[in-house]
C-alpha cells in the first residue's frame, strides 16, 4: 500500500475523448492504455481522491500504473515515445479513468492492404496494456494468468537472424517456423529437441535450426518465473508441398506427430507447441499484459513486422494458469467459457473413428485425439476448429459450424437470408454447438475474425479507419485516434461474424460472411429431401392400468406419494416444476439411510463463471430443444446423406410419438430389454446385465440399426426380474459405443418409468439420451386427472379445469421449459 501514498508528480497521460460518446475515453500512462464507460461512482471517488488520482484507483488499475519490479530500461513508455514520433497520440491532463471488471480482454487489428509493419505490433502491445484490468494475477501481482499476441511470421526478423547464423535467407514459401515451449532441464530439453527432429527428419523435411528466444526474465512473476519453460524457435523446410494449405497440413501433422511420439516420456508435459506454420507465429505466457513486449524483446524490435495481430489477456477461471494455456491459441482468442465442454469432448471422441477426408490421404489415425480432458475449454475448441481448417473448411465456415447463432425464428435470417437458416438446419444434425458465453477471435494467417456466440454475453466492438485499418476489441477506445479517421464502427451482437481478408483488403460483415459460405452448397435441397420431422400425436386419453396396477409399478420404480402428489399432479395441473422453500435439511443421497433412486446421486453441473447470469427468458430466445434422431455421417464429407435424420421437437416423447419413431424404417429402430434376473445368481447380476446390454447394443448398431429404444415396460412385474436403474443402462451404452467407435451411428431413446422429474430427465439426456418417454409418469398424470378427488376439485372451482390431454401436455410442458 505505499505505493499509494509515497509522494510523486502526477503521471501524464494520453487522453483522447470522442466528441460523440462524452464518457469514452482512452488514456495512457507508460504507454498502457485504458478504455472504457465513465461511472459516476467513479467520478466521485476521483474527485475526493486528491488531484493525482493515486488515492482512488482500483488495486488492478494501480498493478498497472505502478507495475513492481519494472525496469526503466525497458519500460513501456518506449511503446508511447515510438508512437508519438508517429504522430498518433496527444498529451493532456487527466480528466478520468475507468475501471470494469469482466472475464480476459482480447481483440485484434488488421491491415487491410496487407502491409507489414512494426506500427501494428505496437499498437497491438498498447491495446494488450488497456486489457490488464480484465486479467488476472497470482499472489505475487506480477504472474499474471496469461497474455500473447498472434501476428504473422515476422520474415524480416528471423531473415536477420539466419543470414547472421550463415544460414542465408528463408525461403518465405516453404519455411514453417514452431513456437515450442520445452523442458528447463538440460539432459530433458536435448531428449525433447531430438524427439521434435526425429518426426520431422521422418516426414521428409529439412530442420534448418534452432532459434533461442531473446527474453527478459526479470519482468517476469515469482509463480510464473518458477514453472517458466525453455523457450525456443524451429525452422523447417517442407520440401514436398507447394500449395499453403498442403504445407500448413504436413505442419500439422508432424506436429499431431511429435505429440503422440512424446507421451511415454518423464517431460511429456513440459514440452508444447505455441505454434508451427508458415502463416502465423504466437508470442505468449503467463505474463500480464503491460510485460509481454518487456519479456519477448522480438516484440519491440522493429524489424519486428506483421500485417495483423491478435492480443490476448487471461482470467483463469475452469483452469489453473499455465504457460501453454495462455492465449491466443493456434488458430483462436477466446473471451468466455465453454459450458459444454464434458459434452463436446466425448461427441469429439464419438466421432474419431468416423472422420475422414482425401486431404489426410489415409492419415486419419495419426492425428488423433482431436481433444484433451486435461487442456482448457479454449484449447478444446481451438483443437476442433483446427481440425475442420486443416480439413479444408475456412476458418469463418468451422466457427460457423462449432459455434452457431440463434437461428430459429431470427427475422432477418427466416425472410432475408433463408441460406443460412439451412446451413444451421444442415449442421445442427451434425455437430453439437459448443456453447458459450464466448467472445472469439480467430485467424489463419490469411483471414482475420471475431464472432460472438448465440448468448452475446460478451462485448466486442469494431471500427475501420480510412487508413484502412480494422480493429476488433472486447471494449471502446483501447487506442487513440482522430474521430474523424473512422470511416466505419458498430459492436457485434449475439451470433454475429465479422471477417477481414487480407488477401483481397475485404471487410465482410455478419450477413456477408454467412451467406457466402452458406452458398457454397445446396444446403436447402439435401435438408427438404432428406430430413424428416416427427409430428405431434395426440396423448392417450384413457388410462391404460387400474389403480392398483398403477401403484405397483410407482412402488417398483422407486416413486414416493411425495412424488406423485407434490411433482407430477402440480405438474399436470398447472403446467409448471412445483415450487418449494429454499432450505432443503434432507440429507445427501449418499449419506442417508434411506433408499433413493439413482438420480439423488448427481447433483447439479453448472459454469464457475457465467455473468451475467443467464435467465429463462433470454435462454427461450436463443436455445432450443429440438433433437436429430438418426445416424451422423462423416462431419468432413459434405453431403445429401448427412442430412437424412429424424427432427424432434423436444426430448420429451409420449406413447404415440415414440411408437411413430419406430414406425421409420430408415432407423431400423431396435428395443432392447433392461432387466437383469436375481433368479439367475451371478449370470444374471446387474454387472453382467449391462455387459449383456452393451453387447447387445453393440451388435444391432453393427447390423445397421440407427436408433436404439432401452426399455423396462413389461406387462407384468416379476420380483426377481427388476428394471436396470434407466440412467445407468443408457450411460453404460453411451459409453460402451463410443469406446468401439460406433456412437455416431444410432441415437439413444429411453422408454422408462423410472423418470419423471425435470432433474431426471436432464440427467438422462446429459449422459447420452436424445429422448425420453417417461410412460408412467403420463399414466400417472392420465390416474390423477381421472381420479374422484380431481374430478371434485375441478367441479367446485378449487382446481383450473383441465382434459386429460391437457394433463399430459401440461406436464410435458413443465418437463421442457425446466429443460
Known amino acids: ?80 515515445n515510438r508512437r508519438q514520433a508517429h504522430g498518433r497520440s496527444k498529451v493532456v491532463d487527466l480528466d478520468d479513468i475507468i475501471s470494469e471488471r469482466g472475464a480476459c480482454g482480447v481483440g485484434f487489428i488488421a491491415n487491410l492492404q496487407n502491409k507489414a509493419s512494426h506500427n501494428v505490433i505496437l499498437d497491438a502491445l498498447a491495446a494488450l496494456g488497456c486489457m490488464e484490468h480484465r486479467g488476472g494475477c497470482g499472489a505475487d501481482n506480477t504472474s499474471g494468468d496469461g497474455a500473447g499476441l498472434m501476428t504473422t511470421v515476422p520474415w524480416d526478423l528471423f531473415n536477420d537472424w539466419a543470414i547472421k547464423q550463415g544460414i542465408g535467407s528463408l525461403d518465405r514459401s516453404k519455411t514453417g517456423v514452431g513456437m515450442v515451449f520445452l523442458p528447463n532441464d538440460e539432459k530433458y530439453m536435448e531428449e525433447a529437441k531430438a524427439a521434435i527432429v526425429k518426426t520431422f527428419v521422418e516426414e521428409g523435411l529439412e530442420v534448418i535450426g534452432w532459434r533461442l528466444v531473446p527474453i527478459n526474465k526479470s519482468v517476469v512473476g515469482f509463480y510464473a518465473r518458477e514453472t517458466m519453460p525453455n523457450i525456443q524457435q524451429i525452422f523447417v523446410k517442407v520440401l514436398n508441398e507447394d500449395n499453403v494449405n498442403d504445407l500448413e497440413r504436413e505442419l500439422y501433422i508432424c506436429r499431431k506427430l511429435i505429440e503422440g511420439a512424446v507421451q511415454s516420456e518423464v517431460w511429456k508435459d513440459e514440452i508444447y507447441f505455441c505454434s508451427l506454420s508458415n502463416q502465423t507465429i504466437v508470442y505468449k505466457g503467463m505474463l500480464r499484459s503491460a510485460v509481454l513486449g518487456q519479456f519477448y524483446l522480438d516484440l519491440e524490435d522493429d524489424l519486428y513486422k506483421s500485417a495483423f495481430a491478435i492480443y490476448h489477456r487471461r482470467y483463469s477461471t475452469n483452469t489453473s494458469p499455465r504457460w501453454p494455456l495462455a492465449q491466443p491459441m493456434r488458430l483462436l482468442g477466446h473471451n468466455g467459457e465453454i459450458n459444454t465442454i464434458q459434452g463436446n469432448l466425448n461427441w469429439m471422441q464419438s466421432r474419431e473413428t468416423t472422420i475422414q477426408s482425401p486431404v489426410w490421404r489415409g492419415r486419419e489415425n495419426e492425428i488423433r485425439p482431436y481433444g484433451n480432458p486435461k487442456a482448457s475449454d479454449s484449447a478444446n475448441l481451438d483443437s476442433a476448429a483446427e481440425l475442420l481448417l486443416r480439413s479444408g473448411r475456412s476458418p469463418a465456415e468451422a466457427l460457423m459450424i462449432l459455434v452457431p447463432e440463434a437461428y430459429k425464428n431470427h427475422p432477418t435470417l427466416m425472410i432475408k437470408y433463408p441460406e443460412v437458416v439451412d446451413f444451421y438446419e444442415y449442421y445442427k444434425g451434425q455437430m453439437e454447438a459448443w456453447d458459450g458465453p464466448a467472445l472469439i477471435l480467430f485467424s489463419d494467417g490469411q483471414t482475420v475474425g471475431a464472432c460472438l456466440d448465440r448468448n452475446g454475453l460478451r462485448p466486442a466492438r469494431y471500427w475501420r479507419t480510412a487508413d484502412d485499418i480494422v480493429y476488433v476489441a472486447s471494449e471502446a477506445c483501447v487506442l487513440p485516434m482522430e474521430e474523424s479517421k473512422v470511416i466505419m464502427k458498430g459492436r457485434l451482437g449475439p451470433g454475429m461474424m465479422i471477417t477481414v481478408d487480407l488477401q483481397s483488403g475485404q471487410v465482410y460483415e455478419n450477413t456477408d460472411v454467412k451467406r457466402k459460405i452458406a452458398s457454397l452448397h445446396p444446403y436447402r435441397k439435401w435438408v427438404s429431401e432428406n ?32 412424488d406423485v402428489q407434490m411433482v407430477i399432479e402440480t405438474m399436470a395441473s398447472q403446467g409448471k416444476e412445483p415450487t418449494f422453500c429454499m432450505g432443503d435439511d434432507a440429507p445427501l443421497a449418499v449419506l442417508s439411510q434411506k433408499p433413493h433412486m439413482i438420480y439423488d446421486y448427481f447433483k447439479q453441473r453448472f459454469a464457475q463463471v457465467t455473468n451475467p447470469a443467464i435467465d429463462p427468458l433470454r435462454e427461450g430466445l436463443v436455445m432450443s430443444l429440438e433433437v436429430n434422431i438418426g445416424k451422423r455421417e462423416n462431419i468432413l464429407d459434405v453431403g445429401p446423406q448427412n442430412a437424412s ?111 419423471f422429474s425435470t432433474h431426471q430427465f436432464a440427467c438422462l439426456i446429459g449422459y447420452g439420451a436424445s429422448a425420453v418417454c417417461s410412460y408412467l409418469a403420463l399414466e400417472t398424470c392420465r390416474q390423477w386427472r381421472l381420479s374422484t378427488k380431481t374430478v371434485n376439485m375441478m367441479r367446485n372451482g378449487k382446481m383450473p379445469t383441465v382434459t386429460i390431454e391437457q394433463a399430459q401436455r401440461n406436464f410435458c410442458k413443465a418437463v421442457k421449459s425446466g429443460l
Open 645 to 755: 435424420q429424424v427432427i424432434l421437437s423436444g426430448p420429451v416423447l409420449n406413447e404415440g410419438e415414440l411408437e411413430a419413431l419406430m414406425k421409420d424404417l430408415s432407423l431400423k429402430p431396435q428395443i432392447l430389454q433392461t432387466f437383469f434376473d436375481i433368479g439367475k445368481g451371478l449370470e444374471g447380476s446387474l454387472e453382467n446385465s449391462l455387459k449383456d446390454l452393451c453387447v447387445a447394443a453393440d451388435e444391432a448398431v453393427r447390423s445397421g440399426s440407427q436408433l436404439l429404444v432401452l426399455s423396462d415396460r413389461s406387462e407384468e412385474l416379476q420380483p426377481t426380474r427388476p428394471a436396470i436403474p434407466v440412467l445407468l443402462a443408457v450411460g453404460a451404452v453411451h459409453q460402451h459405443l463410443i469406446q468401439n467407435g460406433l456412437r455416431m451411428s444410432a441415437s439413444i431413446v429411453a422408454d422408462t418409468a423410472q423418470c
Open 531 to 562: 430430413m424428416r420431422t416427427l409430428k405431434p400425436v395426440n396423448f392417450i386419453s384413457s388410462v391404460v392400468m387400474d389403480n392398483d396396477t398403477i401403484l405397483r409399478h410407482q412402488q417398483a420404480f422407486g416413486y414416493s406419494s411425495e
Open 1 to 80: 500500500m505505499a505505493a499509494l501514498h509515497h509522494p510523486a508528480p502526477a503521471p501524464r497521460i494520453f487522453v483522447r475523448r470522442s466528441p460523440s460518446n462524452r464518457g469514452c475515453t482512452s488514456f495512457s500512462h507508460r504507454g498502457i492504455l485504458f478504455g472504457g464507460v465513465t461511472s459516476p461512482s467513479l467520478w466521485r471517488l476521483r474527485r475526493h481522491g486528491g488531484p493525482s488520482g493515486r488515492r482512488w484507483c482500483s488495486p488492478a488499475i494501480r498493478a498497472v500504473l505502478e507495475p513492481e519490479g519494472t525496469n526503466p530500461a525497458m519500460r513501456v513508455a518506449d511503446l508511447t
